[in-house]
T-cell receptor, first 115, second 116 residues
């Protein structure tokens, strides 16, 4: 089936630094990638929708200058958390729509800890 | 705006028994998709079952089946012959029909425990 590879799975960074999270679709072309944030024991909160070759669409309340999304190719989308703060610590998940099969495939998530 | 509600934060079931997880949603659309996703402790989201709103027949996938009541906007998940590996957080999700950028709208989740 369709696979989305997400890296890193865990990352610890210092306050003020930036962290990049990558999601790659391995066996299909992902024209659209969704980025979610999940707090412990809570649901997935959509942060933004990225489309290959165009600007991402951010959900209300999500700072676009803080969470930079790049979708430069049909198989790669990245989320960069800039000037990270401890409150950015969370679980981040990407999801891609496999238009060929009509489903959504999720990455395995990234646990970000900002110290 | 569409919303998805899961009114059961936690459920428990004995191994080999049957459990039903509830989900209601609100939409003014007539065509849409509904999903149940499972998130085990690994936190990998796994698609359990999917239902197209235009289909009257309830979807089934092995031990998993749904009761889709379109008029009532209800979409419950039944797990038969529960297994220890079914223990996970279950999310109900909604998506409008058509459009590659249509997003999934998730409910708050139900944490299912399976007792041996």
């Amino acid at each position: 089936g369709a696979v989305v590879s997400q890296h890193p799975s865990r990352v610890i960074c210092k306050s003020g630094t930036s962290v990049k999270i990558e999601c790659r679709s391995l066996d299909f072309q992902a024209t659209t990638m969704f980025w979610y944030r999940q707090f412990p024991k809570q649901s997935l909160m959509l942060m933004a929708t990225s489309n290959e070759g165009s600007k991402a669409t951010y959900e209300q309340g999500v700072e676009k200058d803080k969470f930079l999304i790049n979708h430069a190719s049909l198989t790669l989308s990245t989320l960069t958390v800039t000037s990270a703060h401890p409150e950015d610590s969370s679980f981040y998940i990407c999801s891609a729509r496999d238009q060929g099969r009509g489903g959504y495939t999720f990455g395995s998530g990234t646990r970000l800890t900002v110290v | 705006a569409q919303t998805v509600t899961q009114s059961q934060p936690e459920m428990s079931v004995q191994e080999a028994e049957t459990v039903t997880l509830s989900c209601t949603y609100d939409t003014s659309e007539s065509d849409y998709y509904l999903f149940w996703y499972k998130q085990p402790p690994s936190r990998q989201m796994i698609l359990v079952i999917r239902q197209e709103a235009y289909k009257q027949q309830n979807a089934t996938e092995n031990r998993f089946s749904v009761n889709f009541q379109k008029a009532a906007k209800s979409f419950s998940l039944k797990i038969s012959d529960s297994q220890l590996g079914d223990a996970a957080m279950y999310f109900c999700a909604y998506r409008n029909y058509g459009g590659a950028t249509n997003k999934l709208i998730f409910g708050t989740g139900t944490l299912l425990a399976v007792q041996p």
